[in-house]
């Protein structure tokens, strides 16, 4: 019963205010031309770390392109001219599949009693 309530409220297709939230990140990703997977951080989870360094070089020298120019669009105070925002895919994804295959890997060696690929450690 929960489950299915969160998965309606979460679900834009069906919930007019997710509808909503997803349009405003979207215009706001545009505003800056990155994508929402640009937005996760590879020093906050390790798996995201290691998912990045399975993608191709050329997709994640793109991803770098993108946080710079959103870093120094921030910096200037500026957005994007509205021609570049308009050919903007916020939500095209290209880092989801390889961070699903990351994580049932270390669930399957974790699930197995293997030692872990990688693990924090403090410098």
Do not use: C
């Not at 019963?1 to 205010?17: C, E, G, V, Y």
């Not at 640009?38 to 191709?56: C, G, S």
Request: net charge positive.
């Amino acid at each position: 019963m929960a489950s299915s309530l969160m998965r309606w409220m979460l679900n834009p297709n069906k919930n007019w205010l997710a509808a909503q939230h997803k349009k405003a990140l979207s215009a706001r990703l545009r505003k800056y031309g990155l994508r929402y997977d640009d937005l996760y951080d590879p020093m906050y989870d390790l798996d995201i770390n290691e998912a990045l360094n399975r993608l191709p070089r050329e997709i994640v020298d793109a991803r770098n392109q993108r946080l710079k120019r959103a870093m120094d669009l921030s910096l200037k105070h500026t957005y994007l001219p509205e021609d570049l925002q308009a050919k903007q895919t916020p939500f095209r994804s290209y880092l989801q599949e390889m961070l699903a295959l990351v994580k049932r890997e270390r669930a399957e060696r974790e699930a197995l009693g293997a030692l872990p690929l990688y693990q924090r450690t403090i410098p």
